[in-house]
């Protein structure tokens, strides 16, 4: 059984950064594309960014694009979501996600991890 494993949300002012983590057992991110999710409270579920199987190919929401940066250590079996400028609208819960194929934006992942608490005051 294959598991995700979010860390790295936290409180932080506006305008602060929070680096979360992803991490699975294994060469488990080289085989499939991943994004990252995130569901503010009363609200649905919305894509954030995902990258390649490769690595070569990331996938930004208009709301993060040029302040969230996707990243991945193979030797660490870890994908990263390095988040900047935060902002208020940016409280979330963030779930890291994986599917054997291509990245979608849809939500149509195969796995998820438990998700991490993410607080931006203003």
């Known amino acids: 059984q294959v598991q995700l494993v979010e860390s790295g949300g936290g409180l932080v002012q506006a305008g602060g950064s929070l680096r979360l983590s992803c991490a699975a057992s294994g060469r488990f991110f080289s085989y499939h594309a991943t994004g990252w999710f995130r569901q503010a409270p009363g609200k649905e579920r919305e894509f954030v960014v995902a990258i390649s199987r490769s690595g070569e190919d990331t996938y930004y929401a208009d709301s993060v694009k040029g302040r969230f940066t996707i990243s991945r250590d193979d030797a660490k079996n870890t994908v990263y979501l390095q988040m900047n400028n935060l902002k208020p609208e940016d409280t979330a819960v963030y779930y890291c996600?994986?599917?054997?194929?291509?990245?979608?934006?849809?939500?149509?992942?195969?796995?998820w991890g438990q998700g991490t608490q993410v607080t931006v005051s203003s």
């Open positions: 996600a994986a599917r054997s194929g291509r990245f979608r934006a849809d939500g149509d992942y195969d796995y």
